[in-house]
């Protein structure tokens, strides 16, 4: 089982790094290897789920907000609940992203593929703003290196509002990106979450950068 990096930790709670390709907790009978399993042999709680506030998809890496106490759990779900927490992601997708913007789209599973999502009037709200970090070029192609500011959290949100505007994730082969033999899922990585903390009230922000497999796949490109 790949090591979860432990990012902040004090009594009351922790922010964790997820690697790719691992699920964040238990969804079947049986499953094994997933965040929550880690977590229940290295820092152990009565919580459900062990503490894990939040979900990312198994395909994307990064921060994830574990609290160690019921009083920090219920603060943290509230944050979430109010959305006076703000969560950013980087990106790159495929297509020449404008500056910046605001993807007002609402977010229902899709009746025709199982596992997948897709923009439907019939869906919840789902906002997403970006904006653009950098361009990169390669075979006469433009490709977008994009920040996430994540308003709501619907699955696949990211993936399936780019995708619906045609600049699919490079690597998002569900929803149309490139596929990358060096990488085996979506460039996505939640990199930054701005918080209060759940028990004295204090605004932290925690902060990581690109993980290797990342880094690598821009190295593969020309900046624009």
């Known amino acids: 089982m790949e090591e979860v990096k432990i990012i902040f930790e004090d009594k009351e709670m922790m922010v964790v790094e997820k690697p790719p390709l691992m699920t964040t907790t238990k969804e079947r009978k049986g499953e094994e290897g997933t965040l929550e399993d880690y977590l229940q042999k290295v820092k152990p709680n009565n919580l459900l789920r062990n503490g894990i506030v939040h979900r990312l998809d198994k395909g994307t890496s990064g921060l994830i907000m574990v609290a160690k106490t019921e009083e920090a759990f219920l603060g943290l779900k509230k944050q979430f609940k109010e959305r006076s927490l703000s969560k950013k992601y980087y990106c790159l997708v495929g297509g020449d992203v404008s500056f910046e913007g605001t993807i007002d789209m609402p977010i229902a599973r ?15 709200r789902a906002l997403t703003k970006f904006k653009l970090i950098k361009k990169y070029k390669k075979d006469g192609k433009i490709y977008s290196l994009v920040e996430v500011d994540l308003k709501t959290g619907r699955t696949h949100q990211i993936r399936v509002h780019f995708s619906h505007l045609r600049w ?5 082969r569900v929803y149309g990106g490139e ?11 939640a990199y930054q979450i701005i918080f209060k903390h759940p028990i004295n009230d204090q605004e932290m922000t925690i902060k990581i950068d690109l993980p290797k497999d990342l880094v690598e796949i821009l190295k593969k490109y020309e900046e624009y």
């Open 179 to 189: 596929p990358l033999e060096d990488l085996r899922r979506p460039f996505l990585h």
């Open 110 to 124: 899709s009746k025709y593929a199982f596992a997948k999502f897709g923009v439907n009037e019939e869906g919840k």
């Open 168 to 172: 699919p994730l490079v690597g998002d």
